[in-house]
Structure formats: C-alpha cells, structure tokens
C-alpha cells in the first residue's frame, strides 16, 4: 500500500530535540550541573530547553492509545477486535494500579510520559532561564510566561486524570533527603489553587504575545488568549460538582485524616468562573483574531448551496489546520494524523486487504441520537417527532426512503435509518452513516459536487460493509464514522493511496470557551427554578446560530413539549449540557465533561449499540446490536496512582476503588 503524505510545517519548529527521560517525577534534575549550564549557554539553547517542556505535554490528541477521553466515556468505540486499545480498555474499567491502561503519573508506560517529569522540566527552566545572556528580557519574560502555562496545564491536566496531585511548586535539590522528596496529595483545593495562581501570573505578566505571527517557526507555542482560556476553564472545573462540594468523597482522606474534596458547596465558584470566562471572551473578541470560523471563512473548490457551505463550513471548524476558531492547538501529529483520519474514514471504493481506510473508530447510537432535529431541539422532546403523523421517534430505527427534500443528507432512491433524516446541520458535518452523503475526500473517478458525489454503501457485502474485513478487525461497529475529523482535502486519487493532509488536535476552540461561559453565567442564578441571567443566551445562541439554528428560547417557544425548559437554571443546565455533547461531540470532551458534572453513574451504565453492521438487507441490517455493556462506578471517576509508586512512597494514597 502506497501513502502519500503531504508535510505540514511541524508545530512550534524551535529545533525540538526530544529528550529520554529514564527517571520518574522523584528524580529532581539532571545530575551534571554542567549539562543544565549546557542547556542554558546562549539564546539558541534556552528555546530548545523550552521547546523540550512543550514537548512534555501529554500526548492526547487524537491518539487512541494516549487520549482517555476518546473512548474513554464510548463517546466513540471500535469494535471488538480492537478492544485492547488503552482508551476503550479504560471505558471498559480494565484499568488497575499494578498496571495502569495509561500511566502519566511516573515513566513505566512506553506510550506515555511522566508529567511529573515535564513539570520538572518546566522547574529546572524558570530556575536558570536569567542565566542566559544574549536574550533581550522581551523574549525572556516571554519564555518565563509560557514555562509557567506550561507548568500550570500540566498540573490541571493532571488533576483532570488523577484528581488530588503533589504539586511541584519547585523542584528538591539533588541532595535532599529522601523524606524530603517522598511528598504528599494535597487537597483538591490546594491543587487547584496553585494552578490558578500560576495562571494569573501569566496573564498579569502580559508577556505572551497577541497573536502567533510566524507560522514557520512558532506554530504551537502559547498565545495571551491562551492563559484566559485555560483560566476560565480551570475555573469553571473547580466550580463543577466533581470538585465543588462532593460529599461522595468525604472518606477519602488525606495523611492529616482530612477529606481531599471540599464537603461545602461554594456558589462563588461559579461567580468567579463566569467572571473569568467573560474575560476571555472579551479578550478573543478586542483581539480580533480568535472567533467562530464561519461561513466567510471556508474557501470552497466549487460553488456550494447556502446550506451545503454552511454544513461543510461546520466539519472544517474543526478539520481546518488553525483556524480563527483554534485558540491553541498544542500537538502536530503528522503521519499519525493521517492513519486517525484513515480510521475515521468509510471505504468509498473496493480495496485490497491493505486499504488505506480500515474505518473503525465508530460512533454508538447513543451519540448519534445527541444531536438535535432540524427545528433545533432533541428529537425526544421535538413536538414534530413526538406527534406527528409519520411519529418519526417512535419509528426513528425503521427505514426509510430518500427523497427529494432530503437529497443533500440521504441518496435519493435508497433507504436509511428514519433517524438519519430532519436532522439539524451539525448531524451531517459530524457523522458518516449508510446511504448518507459524503462531500471531499472521494476516490478520483467519483463526481464531488454536492448532488452527484459518495454515499456510503454500509451494509455487509457492500464496499463499506464488513465482508471480508472480519478476520483482520477493519470494519466499523456501529454503522456510524466520525465525518468531522478527517480533513477535507485528504483524498483517494486510486483504491489503493491516500494523500493526506494532517489534521491537528483543537485542544481549545472557541467554541467551547463560549459554551463554558454560557454554563457558568447560568449557575450563578440564585435557585434552581430561577430564571437565568439574560446573556446566558447571548453565549450559547451564538454557537447555535453558526450552525443555522434560532436561539435557544425560540427554538423551545415553537418546538419543544416542554416550552419553558429554557426559564429555569435546571432546564438550562440540560440544555447547555446537551448544546456541549453536540457541538464538541467526538472531540475528547465528552469524557471530563460527564465526570466533572457527575453525571456519568446516570449516562454510562448503559448497553453501546449500533447497526447489525453483519446483515446485508435492509430490514436485517437496521436491527439494533448490542456491542458492549458499559459499566461506570465511583473508581472511574480517576485513573489509579501506579501502585509502584505508591510502594516507594508510602505516604501517598490511592484514588478510591484501586
């Protein structure tokens, strides 16, 4: 099989060197202190030693063995072949503290680094960067500002996985005393307390720049709109349920015998969460650079409907390389992005047993029944699916004919799933379904305009099917393809090559920064049956309006059963949640939110279904298959400390369930 890769500049291209790190977050620094002057000697050398702290992020992004997020809440699943992959194994509650599935907590994991260690790295920079002598303080104060987002990401992402940490506020000396190294889990409040004051010192510093304005060079590295995202978001985390209040954790305790979570609710949390999130947005907005890529923005080949454009104007809000819409993307994947988008991809012609297109990653119909009807509400509570004459809820599973009306979703003249039709733009800039259109990437003798392009042909026996692919695993579960993450301008020229055009994780896109303050604007209301504060509805109808639906009340006003859900904090709770569930829907997000919102013992106890993907006729293959049986209890809020560690420091405590 021949791949042809198209090389995108690599993120923040400083002259990285990756740096073997042997030791785990106890060993303190490097032992020859002339190898940290080395490091520090002149200009060139302080950007690789920032670069190496980049470098020490954890390796999310779209990497299925990296990400817990991905499969981690089966958002997305593959099938059962693959089951082993790290993310889905810890979805299935495989994960254990003798060997955990991902390990970020020390260096015995060969796909994961230890993030103690990159806060180290972070620590021995801040410690020696005034070292340097040929760097104009302009540029040091800028270095200092990102080691210290750096160091406070980390510890946030930290906390995210583990929950209490040890914070490495600095790092012990070499010759400390052991007892002095062997530190403790602090307080959940402590932990993210830290995190906030790194980060205000960030911002206060005004050090990072505006804008990154040299692509060739510094692609990656942190923007000043950066420190307010991840500001608003720490925020907005710590004033969550997960953190704020969360008496399910009162016995577990820290060395002093006191509970690690806060037992006291604190609106002022969400106060001060909304407050920071306003401030981002102010700050995108004076900036001019960071907002909702949108119609203007997406360049299209050929000329396109009003709402074709604006649907593939949606897929490219996330697949577009550094869009206006990307705050800060932190990880370039190259060859990598490509095989993900290859496993997001249907096959669209017959290929050989090495296709280029195994498209397993898979999208449950829990996910797929997420996004809204046309008229911009769930289709459970959409009064036109409710009852109607068709009762297309009811009937959402049967199949049914393409029509004209439909002939940019569906192939006209063949049947698909009820629940694929009349459904709002975002279910087709997201999702690849049976006899559903695909737009770009097509095979070179295919038309791609958007009446006579791909649809996909799904059922067993047909070229995206199943048939022949059991025995080697590459074939989708579900009947479903996650459409958004692969790149519009990766295509099949021929069968057998796929030219590729990397895709870069959006670890923050301003659409979610919207959406947390649409969140945290709503908690702020005095009670649960108290009308939300006014720009509640400014933030989230912003995001709804670029996918070409009315405002949240309107919507509700003219379709839903329930009219008034949106005059109250609790129904707008479940509307800002479901709004999040969508519009970041297959992007890793899922998975914190649903922790940090507790809702996850109500939504992951759960069977993941999907097509009878096995069945060739129409009547067999729309059948509902159970795939896994999804299992979350109060251990899956976190993953384990590794229990090595625990044994070589006995006065850390493991996360409850280990």
């Known amino acids: 099989m021949k791949y042809i890769i198209k090389k995108l500049n690599r993120i923040f291209v400083l002259g990285i060197i990756m740096l073997t790190v042997t030791c785990n977050y106890l060993d303190i620094v490097p032992e020859n202190v002339s190898t940290v002057d080395d490091m520090f000697a002149d200009r060139y050398a302080a950007e690789k030693s920032l670069a190496s702290c980049y470098w020490a992020l954890p390796r999310t992004g779209w990497g299925w063995d990296t990400n ?74 800028r270095m200092i500002a990102e080691a210290k987002l750096l160091k406070a990401y980390m510890h946030f992402q930290m906390i995210c996985f583990y929950g209490p940490i040890c914070p490495l ?55 000043q709109a950066a420190a307010y995202f991840i500001k608003a978001k720490v925020l907005v985390y710590w004033a969550s349920p997960l953190f704020n209040g969360n008496t399910d954790y009162n016995d577990f305790r820290d060395h002093n015998g006191e509970p690690f979570f806060n037992q006291t609710y604190s609106s002022e949390r969400w106060a001060q969460a909304a407050e920071a999130c306003k401030e981002a947005v102010a700050y995108c907005e004076a900036n001019n650079r960071f907002r909702l890529f949108d119609t203007e923005d997406f360049v299209a080949s050929k000329p396109l409907s009003p709402e074709y454009l604006r649907i593939q104007t949606l897929r490219n809000a996330v697949s577009e390389n550094y869009s206006v819409e990307t705050v800060w993307s932190g990880s370039a994947h190259g060859t990598d992005g490509c095989s993900i988008q290859q496993e997001c991809t249907a096959r669209f012609d017959s290929y050989t047993n090495s296709n280029p297109a195994p498209g397993r990653w898979s999208i449950p119909l829990q996910t797929v029944e997420l996004f809204y009807s046309s008229n911009g509400v769930p289709i459970e509570e959409d009064k036109d699916w409710l009852s109607g004459e068709d009762k297309k809820y009811v009937n959402r599973f049967k199949p049914r004919m393409g029509d004209e009306d439909h002939k940019l979703y569906v ?14 733009l975002r279910f087709y800039s997201s999702l690849g379904f049976d006899r559903g259109k695909w737009y770009g990437n097509s095979p070179g003798n295919t038309p791609d305009d958007e009446i006579q392009c791909t649809f996909i042909k799904a059922r067993n026996g ?28 990766s295509m099949f020229p021929d069968p057998h090559t796929y030219v590729c055009t990397p895709t870069i994780f959006p670890e923050m896109r301003y659409a979610d920064l919207l959406l947390l303050t649409a969140e945290a604007i709503n908690e702020t209301a005095a009670s649960e049956n108290a009308r939300p504060p006014a720009e509640t509805f400014r933030y989230i ?67 993941v279904q999907g097509w009878t993907v096995t069945e060739s006729t129409v009547e067999g293959y729309y059948q509902i298959a159970n795939i896994y049986a999804q299992q979350f209890s109060i251990r899956n809020y976190f993953m384990p400390v590794p229990e090595s560690d625990i044994i070589n420091n006995p006065q850390l405590i493991q996360n409850p369930g280990y």
């Open 68 to 141: 817990p997020g991905l499969f981690g809440s089966m958002e997305m699943i593959v099938n059962r072949e693959n089951r082993t992959r790290a993310s889905l194994r810890i979805a299935l509650g495989e994960d254990n503290a003798a060997s955990p599935v991902m390990n970020y907590w020390d260096n015995k994991n060969s796909g994961t680094r230890s993030v103690y260690a990159g806060i180290r790295d972070c620590n021995t920079f801040l410690d020696n960067i005034e070292k340097v002598q040929d760097l104009p303080r302009i540029d040091k104060d």
């Open 169 to 223: 506020r600095t790092s012990p000396p070499v010759d400390e005393s052991t007892l002095g190294v062997r530190v403790y889990r602090e307080k959940i409040d402590d932990c993210f307390q830290y995190v906030l004051d790194l980060v205000n010192e960030v911002i206060e510093s005004n050090a990072l720049p505006s804008v990154i304005v040299n692509r060739q060079t510094e692609l990656g590295r942190f923007p």
């Open 411 to 424: 192939e006209l003249g063949q049947q698909s799933a009820t629940m694929n039709f009349d459904r709002e």
């Open 462 to 489: 047909e070229i995206a099917g199943i048939a022949g692919s059991t025995g080697s695993g590459n074939y989708n579960a579900t009947g479903y393809w996650p459409k958004k993450m692969v790149n519009l301008s």
């Open 541 to 607: 109808d912003e995001v709804r309006a670029r996918a070409g639906l009315e405002g949240v009340e309107e919507s509700w006003r003219k379709y839903a059963e329930n009219p008034d859900k949106p005059s109250t904090k609790k129904g707008m709770r479940e509307i800002i949640q479901r709004e999040r569930k969508i519009e970041l829907a297959l992007e890793a997000q899922y998975h914190w939110d649903c922790r940090r919102w507790k809702t996850a013992p109500v939504e992951l106890n759960r069977l």
